[in-house]
């Protein structure tokens, strides 16, 4: 089920050369810092990128497990990182795709004279076509 805030327990292994993260419920989620700031910017972009992906593949998405339950090593923590979805979805979503189109030379030509914008009429035209007034992802 998609929610719009998680929070989950990532351990951070303390080593000479910086911090790697991982987190024990999200299996595959690993991120790394110099320091503790650029260690937590660093793990929730990893973890909502992770968690993005776990949605959009529609993927049972696990039950965070509570810290007390979590044992650390010596030169190890816990730190619980938090992410908010929908800002994170939102910029997933409308990230610009570069598509390759083909159009005969002479309309190139016509459309360049005219300082016609590809991007704009394409978007536009699926809007159209789609029957999409607006973002749906909004």
Not at 39 to 68: C, Q, R
Request: one cysteine or more; charged letters at 30%; proline letters at 7%.
């Amino acid at each position: 089920m998609k929610k719009n805030r998680y929070i989950y327990p990532a351990i951070f292994q303390y080593a000479d050369d910086g911090i790697s993260v991982s987190f024990p419920d999200l299996p595959g989620c690993f991120s790394a810092g110099v320091d503790d700031e650029e260690a937590l910017s660093m793990s929730k972009e990893a973890m909502a990128l992770h968690l993005f992906g776990m949605e959009e593949d529609k993927d049972k998405i696990p039950e965070p497990t509570p810290t007390k339950q979590i044992k650390v090593d010596e030169g190890q923590s816990i730190v619980l990182i938090e992410v908010l979805m929908p800002p994170f979805r939102y910029e997933m979503w409308n990230q610009a795709v570069k598509k390759t189109l083909t159009i005969p030379k002479w309309m190139d030509d016509v459309a360049k004279d005219h300082q016609v914008n590809y991007s704009r009429l394409l978007q536009k035209a699926l809007s159209d076509h789609l029957g999409i007034k607006e973002n749906p992802y909004d």
